[in-house]
């Protein structure tokens, strides 16, 4: 059985290529649940190390998030501090496990990672997560302006406590956690 429908819309050239459109979409939700892949949405919990998924494509180096859809680097480098412009070309020249594409992620993004239910002294970090370099105090860049102040800040969020502060770009210094997924927002 075909899932595709045919729909047929007066004044419309190409009817054909928006059914064929339509069909696409409605296969590929089929393949995505014939492959057990979760649909990555942000509107689900997804508890301990089920959550995460340690990508043997990047050198197991990289971690797919299940909960959000996103891929993180496994290993942050937490050894250096960049003001956020330098944030910014670290990710964007990263390689890892032989793959670009590395953004700074959005303040929203960078806050899944934290689970506020865990007990400090520990980083905020779920349960049975896979990351490495990530067990003290850390701030790291946000993608994220704060658009009310001229000139523009930049969110840093703090992976021991929670706290996320604004700060000026060109002074601050801080660590990097890149991301790969798509982006709404490539400012940089």
């Known amino acids: 059985g075909s899932l595709c429908f045919t729909t047929r819309r007066p004044n419309l050239k190409n009817a054909t ?14 393949v995505h649940a014939q492959t057990a892949q979760p649909i990555p949405a942000w509107d689900h919990v997804i508890t301990g190390a089920a959550r995460f998924v340690v990508l043997r494509d990047f050198g197991n180096d990289a971690v797919l998030d299940q909960e959000t859809g996103l891929v ?50 520990a980083p905020l970090l779920p349960a049975g997560h896979p990351f490495r370099n990530v067990s003290k105090v850390l701030w790291f860049w946000s993608s994220t302006q704060e658009v009310n102040n001229v000139p523009s800040f930049q969110w840093g969020l703090n992976t021991m406590d929670g706290t996320v502060l604004m700060y000026y770009p060109t002074t601050a210094g801080m660590h990097a956690w890149c991301g790969r997924a798509p982006s709404a927002d490539s400012r940089h």
């Open 17 to 30: 290529r928006g059914s064929a459109l339509l069909c696409a979409g409605l296969l590929m939700s089929t």
């Open 72 to 121: 993180w680097e496994r290993s942050p480098n937490t050894s250096a501090t960049y003001p956020y412009y330098g944030a910014v070309q670290y990710c964007l020249n990263l390689s890892v496990g032989g793959r670009k594409g590395w953004r700074v992620p959005s303040i929203f993004e960078l806050s899944t990672l934290l689970d506020t239910t865990i007990a400090p002294p």
